[in-house]
């Protein structure tokens, strides 16, 4: 049921039945905005451990789902990246292997002004694209002498 940027609405009900389901003494229940949340924050930090995990530099445990490296290299990385990245290199990414199943390619997916569309269009001339073009020394479309 995914849709763009997220579930269309039916996949939210069949996410609260199941967890619904699983946890049948919750209390309070789950409805669709708490399980939005709850996915929304657990991609979040999916997000951190697949940048964390595709920097060049870095050692990646399979087994327990977090970077590794030495002490001086993790230092170096947080304080140059930010606390937000501590965790990806002392605790295990929690639900990785679902979350990775689920968003493996989507995490960097165009969305908004960033969708290229696709088909036969035109490209637009810009007065960008025409001034380069006079500064390149590129000659433009040409009259034929007489």
Known sequence: ???????????WTLAVNAVATANPSADPKKDAGKCQNKLSNLKTKYELYM?????????????LKYATNTDEYVEDFIRVRGSKYEACFTTSCPYWTELDELFSGAVNKATGRNVTMLGKRKPKKTKALTASTAASGTPAASTPSS
């Open 51 to 63: 940048f964390v995990k595709g920097f060049s530099g870095r050692g990646w445990d399979d087994e």
């Open 1 to 11: 049921y995914m849709s763009g940027n997220g579930f269309r609405p039916p996949g």
